[in-house]
């Protein structure tokens, strides 16, 4: 089974000011995570993944993500903000082994304030 | 060029009817899928099919019947439409359907049964 937990529907962050969005996995076997953002009217663009290359993470607009599997962790990150990034974020893992399906968290609506 | 298009992009009909979604991907991915996101955000697998091959199939009502003539398409056509199916209904599409490939997405429909 493989699941994740999104913690924080709603996210609200000055602009300029650090990002952070958490995101915890369960998986019974090494996990592909994957971070996705969605603006609004739209479908769902990658924004970084992780599949076991290295730890940290380096993405798309500025974001990065590290993964920590003590923790079962992997929390996205930005320095700083911006208005463009006002959007609903996606954690999402899938098993490694055969064709497996993406499982995706319930989403963080992240709110950037002038 | 749109990478993953879907067709129509709203969809409003009444209780009952019989309704068919399009989706076609111009990447050469060899898997696509069909996800159902509720007015929650919260986004669930239906069908994903690898090379015309249906390899996911969720619990999902029988009204609901994938269909992909060729890898380059994947259609949904859905029976006696309820209340419970608006949603926004979007099509994805990855090269594999395993590891740590990222899919791609459409921009959705938006389907609102009256």
């Known amino acids: 089974a493989q699941s994740v937990t999104q913690l924080g529907s709603h996210v609200s962050v000055s602009e300029g000011a650090l990002v952070l969005l958490r995101c915890n996995y369960s998986s019974s076997v090494p996990p592909y995570l994957f971070w996705y953002v969605q603006y609004p009217n739209q479908g769902l663009q990658l924004l970084l993944k992780y599949t076991s290359a290295a730890t940290l993470v380096k993405g798309i607009n500025g974001f990065e993500a590290e993964f920590k599997k003590s923790e079962t962790s992997f929390h996205l990150t930005k320095p700083s903000a911006h208005m463009s990034d006002a959007a609903e974020y996606f954690c999402a893992v899938r098993r490694s082994g055969g064709y497996q399906k993406v499982t995706f968290g319930t989403g963080t609506k992240l709110q950037v304030i002038p | 060029d749109t990478a993953v298009s879907q067709t129509p992009k709203y969809l409003v009909t009444q209780m009952g009817n019989d309704k068919s979604i399009k989706c076609e991907q111009n990447?050469?991915?060899?898997?696509m899928y069909w996800y159902k996101q509720d007015s929650k955000k919260f986004l669930k697998i239906m069908f994903s099919y690898n090379n015309k091959e249906l390899i996911i199939n969720e619990t999902v009502p029988n009204r609901f019947s994938p269909k992909s003539p060729d890898k380059a398409h994947l259609n949904l056509h859905i029976n006696s439409l309820e209340l419970g199916d608006s949603a926004v209904y979007f099509c994805?599409?990855?090269?594999?359907?395993?590891?740590?490939?990222?899919?791609?997405f459409g921009d959705g429909t938006r389907l609102s049964i009256l």
């Open positions: 994805a599409s990855s090269q594999g359907g395993e590891g740590g490939q990222p899919q791609h």
């Open positions: 990447l050469g991915h060899d898997t």
